[in-house]
């Protein structure tokens, strides 16, 4: 059973509207937990669709707001969309939390240091370039 954070005057996202990509799982899941505990509409972004369900659906069973989206952070217009959907259905973007990364795919290349470093630096920039 996951953690609930009591909201502070120092932690109130009451209003405020977040994005993490890679959601769905690990520490981007438990990073929405968070936001949602403290107050904020938590847009869930995750390369499975059904991860970032599971979450958004774990969140409004609490009383939150969340929103689940399939993201591929490398695919531009994956990352336009996601903060388009976000203006439109929130009004507004006010935090950003670039947690997707390739471990899984590190895997399948020789250089897993630059592999990782690269898709995580190159999604960081393509989400905030969008936002």
Same mark, same amino acid.
């Given at each position: ?25 690990? /520490?981007? %899941?438990?990073?929405?937990?968070? $936001? *949602? ?8 972004? &995750? #390369?499975? @669709? ?8 774990? /969140?409004? %069973?609490?009383?939150?707001?969340? $929103? *689940? ?8 217009? &994956? #990352?336009? @969309? ?18 997707a990364g390739a471990a899984a795919q590190a895997k399948k290349v ?12 190159l999604s960081i920039k393509y989400c905030a370039t969008a936002s």
């Open positions: 059973m996951a953690v609930r954070i009591v909201p502070t005057a120092l932690f109130d996202l009451n209003g405020k509207v977040a994005i993490v990509t890679g959601g769905g799982n690990g /520490i981007g %899941a438990a990073c929405c937990r968070m $936001l *949602a505990d403290s107050g904020a509409t938590v847009v869930i972004a &995750d #390369l499975r @669709a059904a991860d970032a369900q599971n979450v958004a659906d774990e /969140i409004t %069973a609490r009383g939150g707001e969340a $929103l *689940a989206m399939e993201c591929n952070v490398l695919h531009d217009e &994956d #990352l336009v @969309a996601l903060v388009q959907r976000t203006v439109v259905e929130y009004g507004g973007l006010h935090i950003l939390v670039n947690n020789r250089s897993t240091s630059l592999w990782t470093h690269g898709v995580s630096f």
